[in-house]
């Protein structure tokens, strides 16, 4: 790599990106590139918001190739039997974990109903009552919080543990990734000084014990570039199929269209022309290109202007290892 265009990424990093904590990225399985900001270190975990939900996308996987669920096309309230629907929730026994993966589920809101749902002691229950409603399934509507719980609730049910548990087992520990231990929030200035904090290694769980699915793990760079790894590499990770790869395929590719943004969407992945992505607010990133060989994490703190990280990659990222070999 040219250190004078390296340098140069770093100052326009500093000059206007001032929120990123690390960059890492991996050309052909390797390690090519690992930069820290803002004080932290390759051990500094930060929360990378809505990376959480493909996270759960790979998680659902595994419990789908090990026949723990059956498949996509599962009734979501299979998993509840005793939820019986309420008033206004006409479409809510029609909805699919398929309708979720993809957020194509209808809701009985237009604006996520942050204050009652975070009140409430139960949030899978509440996003329950919240599901369906008078429109069918099978338009795309990005739900970043209420909607995807639902599958932490599924998911528990469906491996008799926490979905925590269950990713260590299956997916971090297999990675050398580490998450210390479940979090729940006492108050709402304590969830509101957990957004910028780093060096906290947990994911949130609800007042049950329930763990998030939309927001609340925390990983460093160097994890999020593992995991990008993985789904380059179809699955595999030392040899060892962790996610098999008909789901790695099925994930991040098209299976929905946001028309209001006419962007692709997969279960819980953004789906891009040579790749896809997971993308979290502040501009927590997982960014895999499959032509290239190329996965790129960055993790950052929540700010309000963060520009757009995509851009980033492939304006000032990509270029510098596009000749490598």
């Known amino acids: ?51 959480t939900k493909s996270v759960l996308s790979l998680l659902i996987g595994i419990a789908i190739d090990e026949g723990m669920i ?41 604006e996520e109903p942050y204050e009652a749902y975070f009140s409430s002691g139960d949030w899978v229950r509440s996003a329950l009552s919240l599901l369906g409603g008078t429109e069918p399934p099978g338009v795309f509507r990005y739900r970043p919080l209420v909607g995807p719980d639902i599958l932490s609730g599924i998911l528990t049910r469906a491996t008799g543990r926490s979905v925590l548990d269950f990713a260590r087992e299956r997916l971090f520990s297999p990675l050398g990734i580490s998450v210390a231990d479940s979090l729940t929030f006492r108050d709402q200035a304590e969830q509101m000084a957990f957004y910028q904090s780093t060096g906290v290694s947990c994911w949130v769980a ?10 609340g793990l925390t990983l460093t760079a160097g994890d999020m570039a593992k995991i990008g790894q993985l789904c380059l590499d179809g699955g595999r990770w030392n040899g060892t199929q962790l996610v098999s790869a008909r789901w790695i395929r099925e994930s991040t590719r098209e299976q929905v269209r946001w028309a209001e943004q006419n962007l692709p969407y997969g279960y819980l992945w953004w789906v891009m022309e040579h790749g896809f992505a997971a993308m979290g607010d502040g501009g927590n990133v997982i960014y895999a290109d499959r032509e290239k060989g190329l996965a790129v994490a960055i993790t950052s703190l929540m700010a309000p202007e963060t520009g757009d990280r995509i851009d980033l990659i492939q304006t000032h990222i990509e270029p510098l290892f596009s000749d490598e070999a």
């Open 1 to 51: 790599m040219d250190p004078t265009k390296i340098e140069a990424l770093e100052q326009h990093i500093r000059n206007d990106c001032g929120n990123i904590t690390g960059i890492v990225v991996r050309k052909n399985g390797e390690v090519r590139y690992e930069r820290y900001f803002n004080g932290c270190t390759a051990d500094s975990p930060t929360h990378v918001f809505s990376v």
């Open 70 to 110: 059956r498949g996509v096309e599962q009734k979501v309230l299979d998993f509840f039997p005793e939820y019986i629907p309420g008033p206004g929730q006409e479409t809510a026994r029609g909805v699919t974990l398929r309708d979720l993966l993809t957020m194509t589920a209808p809701f009985q809101y237009e």
């Open 206 to 215: 609800d007042p049950k014990g329930v763990n998030t699915a939309g927001w």
